[in-house]
């Protein structure tokens, strides 16, 4: 499973592309052979001012043959911003895998 970080505008670094390879690793190791590619894109719409929620997080996981997962989660850091989209991603992967595992049993028992 391939992990890439990508930054948009000027993100303050409160996390390091290794640490947040890592934990996007972490959350996502158990489905490692079924995700090819995973890509988190980093945003900071206020740039180096404070603002409400203008931290975002957008993380894409690809498979092959499947459309790719997406999501995104905003917030006032990027810590939290990277959280939640990690937590969003996890539980939309387990979503889509156990659809695919109901269907494919399905079609077997057919």
Same mark, same amino acid.
């Given at each position: 499973?391939?992990?890439?970080?990508?930054?948009?505008?000027?993100?303050?670094?409160e996390q390091s592309f290794a640490?947040?390879?890592?934990e996007v690793h972490a959350a996502?190791?158990?489905?490692? !052979?079924?995700?090819?590619? #995973?890509? &988190?894109?980093?945003? /900071?719409?206020?740039?180096? *001012?404070?603002? =409400?929620?203008?931290?975002?997080?957008?993380?894409?996981?690809?498979? !092959?043959?499947?459309?790719? #997962?997406? &999501?995104?989660?905003? /917030?006032?850091?990027?810590? *939290?911003?990277? =959280?939640?989209a990690i937590h969003d991603l996890?539980?939309?992967?387990?979503?889509?895998?156990?659809?695919?595992?109901?269907?494919?049993?399905?079609?077997?028992?057919?």
């Amino acid at each position: 499973m391939l992990i890439e970080v990508r930054t948009a505008g000027t993100t303050s670094g409160e996390q390091s592309f290794a640490e947040v390879k890592a934990e996007v690793h972490a959350a996502l190791d158990q489905y490692g !052979d079924r995700l090819r590619r #995973i890509d &988190v894109h980093l945003s /900071d719409a206020a740039g180096r *001012k404070s603002g =409400h929620d203008d931290k975002s997080c957008m993380i894409e996981a690809r498979r !092959d043959g499947c459309e790719p #997962i997406v &999501v995104t989660h905003l /917030d006032s850091t990027m810590e *939290k911003a990277i =959280h939640g989209a990690i937590h969003d991603l996890k539980r939309s992967v387990q979503s889509a895998l156990g659809k695919e595992a109901a269907r494919d049993q399905r079609r077997d028992h057919h």
